[in-house]
């Protein structure tokens, strides 16, 4: 069905305005020139050019532009100006030594825009040099103020389990006997010193798992789990084994010495070296210092760690066996 309307207007007369003698001026207030208007005429210079001195867009780049400052409200500035500007300017200093940071000097801007403009060119010095730069934060702890840096990286599901069977087997080698006494002094730091969980520990995850494996191989009536009963006793021994090995302070005592007189042969050779000599690079620069130190706590997180969206660090970094397949260890 055809709804369009025709609008028939071929067969339609228009009615006719008569038209005047003379044009009529429109009416816009303008009053007539006294001279007969000769036009513009057009010269070989053409128009004047009309503008600023300079470029404004390069003036407009020569601005600094402060940050914004927001309410104190929001911004959580104390009260005692003297006292805040005293500990922040202390904070500031030392965070800026401990990542070899020039900072700006803020303090012709005024209290409080002076704190202000000194936090945000630490962000952007931060940023730009730390690849896993989260934050920056005032913090205000009682009386005291400083400054607090967060840095975030994200392990994805990667498991950060060093492997303890090879280094076994390494030692029963004699061809690579140098390599496992090396080894051993990178795992007794990584075990004394960094506090890195022991697979075998109670109370770690990975012996909670190994535990866990193990009742469900007793429980299960299936013949073929023997051979699983077994590799769960081989892994105890193991892990007793080298933790004897491990627990022994010598292996620090000897850890430069050893490095110093590795001589290298082949590429394995050199990757033994190279991890050596980055852990006790370590040792050396932190020689208190876990791994944990700056992981939060239990009773910081507020709840279980089964009910986090986060997987804690205990769960993904550990002294594992992690067995290689056809390896036969003997008492």
Known sequence: MNHATAHHTGKRSRSQRPKAETASPTAIGLRRMDAEDKGCG???????????????????????????????????????????????????????????????????????????????????????????????????????????????????????????????????DPKRKRNAQLLVSVCSYLYHVADIPYYTHSGSYLSWMY??????????????????????????????????????????????????????????????RTVARNALALYREYPEAHIFRNAPTHEERGQDYDECDSIPMPWYISLELLPLSGDRFEK
Not at 154 to 161: A, H, K
Not at 214 to 243: H, P, S, T, Y
């Open 42 to 172: 057009r010269t070989a210079k053409g128009q004047a050019q009309v503008g600023s001195e300079r470029n404004a867009s390069d003036a407009f780049l020569k601005y600094t532009f402060l940050p914004k400052l927001r309410e104190a409200k929001s911004t959580g500035f104390p009260t005692g100006q003297a006292e805040m500007e005293r500990d922040f300017y202390l904070s500031l200093s030392m965070l800026a030594e401990h990542f070899r940071i020039e900072p700006i000097d803020s303090r012709s801007y005024g209290y409080p825009y002076n704190i202000a403009v000194a936090i945000a060119d630490m962000e952007n010095r931060l940023k730009s040099i730390l690849p896993y730069w989260d934050s920056l934060q005032l913090v205000r702890d009682g009386s005291k103020t400083y400054l607090e840096t967060q840095e975030r990286y994200s392990v994805d599901t990667t498991l950060y389990y060093i492997p303890l069977a090879p280094l076994l087997l390494m030692l029963a």
């Open 211 to 272: 535990e866990m494996m193990g009742e469900w191989i007793a429980e299960d009536d299936c013949n073929e789990r023997e051979q699983d009963f077994q590799e769960i006793l081989k892994a105890d021994w193991i892990g007793v084994r080298m933790e004897q090995k491990l627990y022994n302070p010598k292996n620090l005592h000897y850890f430069e010495k050893r490095l110093d007189a590795f001589k290298m042969q082949d590429d394995f050779d050199n990757a033994c």
